[in-house]
């Protein structure tokens, strides 16, 4: 264990920026302290594994990106019907018959890094994200937010990359709409 890190001072110096981490992905405030949780357990197992390389909290949230990808793993099967059938009926609103849009969005020139940073844009896009169907924000966290490789997230979640590319357009989709109606004012 690095001698600066000290497990009895992690649930106040990093307890609150996990759990923000963990509601971004996991959507459910029980579900993400549960993660949090996990993820502080198995820190602490395994703090002598813990060098000083990186930073504390970028040691601590790499196990909880861990545990939620275990989480999504095990629900791997789980798979609301809804998610499986054919197009949604919103795209219908957004989509002529040729399939381009019926209305030019807006342009976003705002730094999405930047935003992400405030906190009454995370609020906005956790609403957003919890509007989503389930299996397509598992898909948006996995690949989007925690910017994994699109085979880990097929692998994570056990569908093909034509599924995780469908999913992955939808839910895109259906936050652009989201948050240019809630945070840029356009919808």
């Given amino acids: 264990m690095h001698p600066a890190s000290d497990p009895a001072t992690w649930v106040d110096e990093h307890g609150d920026a996990l759990f923000r981490f963990a509601m971004l992905r996991v959507r459910d405030r029980d579900l993400a302290e549960e993660?949090?949780?996990?993820?502080?357990l198995a820190g602490f197992k395994s703090r002598h594994q813990y060098s000083g390389q990186a930073a504390?909290?970028?040691?601590?949230?790499?196990?909880?990106?861990?545990?939620?990808?275990d989480h999504y793993r095990r629900k791997q099967r789980e798979v609301p019907a809804s998610d499986l059938t054919g197009e949604d009926d919103f795209t219908a609103d957004l989509f002529d018959e040729t399939g381009h849009y019926r209305r030019t969005p807006g342009r976003w020139d705002a730094d999405p890094g930047a935003m992400l940073d405030r906190e009454d844009f995370r609020r906005v896009l956790a609403d957003c994200l919890s509007g989503l169907p389930e299996r397509q924000a598992e898909v948006f966290a996995l690949r989007v937010l925690d910017e994994r490789a699109p085979e880990d997230v097929c692998g994570i979640l056990d569908v093909t990359r034509?599924?995780?590319?469908?999913?992955?357009?939808?839910?895109?989709?259906?936050?652009?709409?989201?948050?240019?109606?809630?945070?840029?004012g356009e919808g």
């Fill in 35 to 40: 993660m949090v949780q996990e993820a502080m």
């Fill in 56 to 69: 504390e909290r970028t040691w601590l949230i790499q196990i909880l990106r861990n545990k939620i990808a």
């Fill in 162 to 184: 034509t599924n995780l590319g469908v999913l992955l357009h939808r839910a895109r989709t259906k936050l652009r709409s989201c948050l240019e109606a809630n945070w840029f």
